[in-house]
């Protein structure tokens, strides 16, 4: 099933706000050949993440951005395929920053992690149990800490991070209102995800429907999306509330600023706190996480949804996509047969 | 000494703002006389201070607002004249919420606390051994979390309370950075205060001159201000740094509300937290903090500054020239001798 060559997704040029298909190309280069101490990789699905945004772009962030001409950095997941070293055989499933390619030259000391769950679809290891389930474990439970009975207020809701958000506050005793757009996603919330409450921001009702999802207050709101979103979230906070900042979705550049109404009195008032992070300064968090996760999806007691998209040739437009609200579902692409 | 009547400010009108003198009027009416189990207090200071323009909004807020007729909510510090409680006899040093007023009647259960550090002069105990010393101490050391050698700034530096906060912050091995207005100010942070450095926002060259005195970035964000000045502090952010939220001085009106540049991308990109309080919220935590302070005060490692204003006729004025900057020190009114 390999093609002889190795089809590389290479970043092209430099996006000023969102990566759209132009700023990508596809070239053609030869199956790598491990060198001493170093593996290759079958990618046989690749991710997808609004994150992405942020890797190719020069602004500062909490990454160095992707270099013109390099391959486009992307979590991915397959199977070794050649090996120098024998920690690693061949065979062996993992998981990690290979790249937008078919197939990815590794250094062992590398390698993100060997996928332990191989009980589970390979593809869970880019969602559920790869960054979005984990980023939705640690920003709802350590940064938002909820307590039975309170209510939790996720944007982007319908999303591989925010449905997991989602199902983890009302597995610890939450009630889970859920921010989409669209009916479709809207739905998605309610009936696949079990949110108690879900509202369309698109509508024109969005305003006074949160409103209503919201009556009690809000005491834990996990944002990915910033902007006018958040403005009507935090109109609701209860004492006390915790604003997980995971993403800004929402918001198209940040050069210039966006302006936004001042969140201070809301957080004086409220007594509130509003903090962001990044899931990679947690490396020993991962594991655990993943184990909790996995549990609750043998016991049938979380959800996912996939999005697959066949082929390296959907990569470039892949991120865009995202942004534009396309996708229903954690965002795939597949390269091999699974 | 005493005048045989009980002048009284009250509140006039609602401000849709900051309160001004023409939303109070004094008037005169009897000493009151204490029921059972009630005291009479000679209040020797009143205070005045920034939250006082809260007290008096309609806006939702984390008091209910001072009734229009009532006498003006405010802490006050006086010795008891009069009393029907054995355990609060007469000549007791107290402070309280009195009100601004030269006789407050308080049933014995309401009253504030009875002032044990009377080695040090009784208007301590409404400065930096009451409401302002406990709010800089809880808000530097519980929620910004000081490690030697990091990098603290504070807005309105030269206050009762970001004074206080530079001298905690240096006390803790921190560098404290002040941004206050004018030069006077500004010098008062450098030379009486002890400020590692100290920038006046009035001045044309803030923004360079910020950026210079918070070369290593910033750690900790003690903001009494919001607005502009915190603007130009969040894109100096370090990793992990902590943004305090103690007052906003600057923002005139919160109706409607006003716009700035969005905090969402800082507090992501840097892993920050910022995070709103209010002090009445941790009464238990008044007493061992103020016994700390008053032990740095005994020990001259911490020191303050007052600015007496003789006569209740300057209280209906008195939050308004907070606001507009009149004041060098913690404002008091003084009504009695000492």
Request: a negative charge; proline letters at 7%.
């Amino acid at each position: 099933m390999s093609p002889p060559i190795n089809r590389q997704v290479l970043l092209a040029s430099r996006p000023e706000g969102i990566p759209q298909a132009a700023h990508f190309r596809i070239v053609e280069t030869p199956v790598p050949v491990p060198g001493p101490g170093q593996i290759v990789v079958r990618n046989t699905w690749l991710s997808v993440e609004p994150a992405m945004r942020g890797w190719v772009s020069a602004v500062a962030n909490y990454s160095e951005p992707v270099a013109i001409g390099a391959v486009m950095r992307s979590f991915a997941a397959g199977y070794i395929v050649a090996s120098n070293d024998p920690a690693w055989p061949v065979g062996t499933a993992v998981a990690g920053l290979f790249g937008w390619q078919d197939y990815a030259l590794v250094d062992a000391a590398t390698i993100g992690r060997r996928v332990e769950e191989t009980d589970l679809p390979l593809s869970t290891a880019l969602g559920v149990l790869g960054l979005n389930g984990v980023t939705a474990h640690y920003g709802l439970l350590q940064l938002g800490q909820p307590r039975p009975g309170e209510t939790v207020v996720i944007s982007t809701a319908a999303g591989a991070v925010g449905s997991c958000v989602g199902q983890i506050a009302r597995l610890k005793g939450c009630r889970a209102v859920g921010i989409a757009g669209g009916p479709a996603k809207r739905e998605l919330c309610r009936n696949s995800f079990g949110f108690d409450a879900a509202v369309d921001y698109k509508a024109g009702d969005f305003v006074p429907a949160l409103a209503e999802a919201c009556a009690g207050g809000v005491d834990i709101y996990f944002d990915n999306t910033a902007g006018a979103i958040s403005d009507a979230v935090m109109t609701h906070l209860n004492p006390g509330a915790r604003i997980v900042i995971c993403g800004t979705a929402s918001v198209a550049s940040w050069v210039p600023p966006p302006q936004g109404p001042r969140v201070e009195r809301h957080l004086l008032v409220k007594r509130a706190r509003m903090q962001g992070f990044v899931i990679f300064d947690h490396p020993e968090y991962h594991a655990p996480a993943r184990a909790e996760i996995a549990g609750w999806l043998r016991d049938d007691e979380l959800t996912y949804l996939e999005e697959v998209l066949d082929g390296i040739e959907h990569a470039p437009d892949a991120i865009a996509g995202l942004y534009r609200g396309d996708n229903l579902g954690k965002r795939l692409i597949r390269l091999a047969e699974t």
